[in-house]
Nanobody, 125 residues
Framework: VQLQASGGGLVQAGDSLRLSCAAS????????MAWFRQAPGEERNLVAA????????YYADSVKGRFTISRDNAKNTAYLQMNSLKPEDTAVYYC???????????????????WGQGTLVTVSS
Protein backbone atom coordinates (compact mmCIF):
# COMPACT_ATOMS: atom_id res chain seq x y z
CA VAL A 1 0.00 0.00 0.00
CA GLN A 2 1.15 3.53 -0.73
CA LEU A 3 -0.05 6.31 1.57
CA GLN A 4 -0.04 9.93 0.45
CA ALA A 5 -0.50 12.55 3.15
CA SER A 6 -1.54 16.07 2.23
CA GLY A 7 -3.15 19.16 3.64
CA GLY A 8 -0.39 20.58 5.77
CA GLY A 9 0.60 24.21 5.74
CA LEU A 10 1.36 27.34 7.70
CA VAL A 11 -1.48 28.58 9.88
CA GLN A 12 -1.97 30.79 12.90
CA ALA A 13 -2.80 29.62 16.37
CA GLY A 14 -6.52 28.93 16.65
CA ASP A 15 -6.90 28.02 12.99
CA SER A 16 -8.00 24.69 11.57
CA LEU A 17 -6.55 22.28 9.03
CA ARG A 18 -7.71 18.99 7.60
CA LEU A 19 -5.10 16.44 6.66
CA SER A 20 -5.87 13.72 4.15
CA CYS A 21 -4.24 10.32 3.70
CA ALA A 22 -5.01 8.80 0.33
CA ALA A 23 -4.20 5.12 -0.06
CA SER A 24 -3.38 3.31 -3.28
CA UNK A 25 -2.44 -0.23 -4.08
CA UNK A 26 -4.76 -1.59 -1.42
CA UNK A 27 -8.11 -0.78 0.06
CA UNK A 28 -8.14 0.77 3.52
CA UNK A 29 -11.32 -1.16 4.26
CA UNK A 30 -10.52 -3.67 6.96
CA UNK A 31 -7.41 -1.85 8.12
CA UNK A 32 -6.84 0.51 11.00
CA MET A 33 -5.47 3.94 10.14
CA ALA A 34 -3.44 6.33 12.24
CA TRP A 35 -1.74 9.69 12.30
CA PHE A 36 1.64 10.21 13.93
CA ARG A 37 3.64 13.39 14.23
CA GLN A 38 7.26 14.26 14.74
CA ALA A 39 8.43 17.65 15.88
CA PRO A 40 12.05 18.75 15.33
CA GLY A 41 14.38 16.96 17.71
CA GLU A 42 11.62 14.76 19.08
CA GLU A 43 10.45 11.21 18.59
CA ARG A 44 7.55 10.29 16.36
CA ASN A 45 4.41 9.96 18.45
CA LEU A 46 0.94 8.61 17.86
CA VAL A 47 -1.62 11.39 17.58
CA ALA A 48 -4.81 9.59 16.61
CA ALA A 49 -5.96 6.23 15.32
CA UNK A 50 -9.17 4.65 14.10
CA UNK A 51 -10.04 0.99 13.97
CA UNK A 52 -10.90 -0.82 10.76
CA UNK A 53 -14.59 -0.63 11.59
CA UNK A 54 -14.45 2.99 12.71
CA UNK A 55 -15.93 1.93 16.01
CA UNK A 56 -12.81 2.61 18.05
CA UNK A 57 -10.66 5.70 18.11
CA TYR A 58 -7.64 6.83 20.08
CA TYR A 59 -6.37 10.34 20.70
CA ALA A 60 -3.26 11.52 22.45
CA ASP A 61 -4.11 13.59 25.50
CA SER A 62 -2.58 16.67 23.92
CA VAL A 63 -5.10 16.68 21.06
CA LYS A 64 -8.27 15.34 22.69
CA GLY A 65 -11.22 17.59 22.02
CA ARG A 66 -9.41 19.39 19.19
CA PHE A 67 -8.55 16.71 16.62
CA THR A 68 -10.87 14.22 14.97
CA ILE A 69 -9.80 11.22 12.94
CA SER A 70 -12.16 9.76 10.37
CA ARG A 71 -12.16 7.47 7.38
CA ASP A 72 -14.00 7.20 4.10
CA ASN A 73 -13.53 3.69 2.79
CA ALA A 74 -15.31 4.54 -0.46
CA LYS A 75 -12.67 7.20 -1.16
CA ASN A 76 -9.88 5.04 0.27
CA THR A 77 -8.88 8.00 2.39
CA ALA A 78 -8.41 8.80 6.06
CA TYR A 79 -8.59 12.28 7.52
CA LEU A 80 -7.39 14.24 10.51
CA GLN A 81 -9.44 17.34 11.28
CA MET A 82 -7.37 19.66 13.45
CA ASN A 83 -9.10 22.55 15.20
CA SER A 84 -7.85 25.16 17.64
CA LEU A 85 -4.31 24.58 16.53
CA LYS A 86 -1.50 25.53 18.87
CA PRO A 87 2.17 26.27 18.17
CA GLU A 88 3.05 23.01 19.93
CA ASP A 89 1.15 21.14 17.21
CA THR A 90 3.90 22.13 14.77
CA ALA A 91 5.35 18.92 13.35
CA VAL A 92 5.54 16.67 10.33
CA TYR A 93 2.41 14.55 10.31
CA TYR A 94 2.53 11.01 8.96
CA CYS A 95 -0.31 8.66 8.21
CA UNK A 96 0.21 4.97 8.75
CA UNK A 97 -1.57 1.67 8.45
CA UNK A 98 -0.80 -1.86 9.57
CA UNK A 99 -0.18 -4.74 7.19
CA UNK A 100 -2.59 -6.97 9.08
CA UNK A 101 -6.30 -6.40 8.71
CA UNK A 102 -9.13 -6.64 11.19
CA UNK A 103 -6.98 -5.86 14.20
CA UNK A 104 -8.73 -5.61 17.51
CA UNK A 105 -9.30 -1.96 18.28
CA UNK A 106 -6.53 0.21 16.86
CA UNK A 107 -3.88 -2.47 17.33
CA UNK A 108 -0.42 -1.89 18.70
CA UNK A 109 1.82 0.95 17.61
CA UNK A 110 4.45 -1.49 16.33
CA UNK A 111 1.91 -2.95 13.95
CA UNK A 112 1.79 0.26 11.90
CA UNK A 113 4.37 -0.61 9.28
CA UNK A 114 3.09 1.21 6.21
CA TRP A 115 3.90 4.91 6.18
CA GLY A 116 3.19 7.95 4.08
CA GLN A 117 5.78 10.60 3.32
CA GLY A 118 4.57 13.17 5.82
CA THR A 119 3.06 16.62 5.55
CA LEU A 120 4.39 19.63 7.46
CA VAL A 121 2.09 21.57 9.75
CA THR A 122 3.43 24.84 11.11
CA VAL A 123 1.40 26.82 13.62
CA SER A 124 2.54 30.35 14.34
CA SER A 125 1.69 32.16 17.55
Amino acid sequence: VQLQASGGGLVQAGDSLRLSCAASGRTISGYAMAWFRQAPGEERNLVAAISWSGGSTYYADSVKGRFTISRDNAKNTAYLQMNSLKPEDTAVYYCASPSHNHLEGIGGISEYDNWGQGTLVTVSS
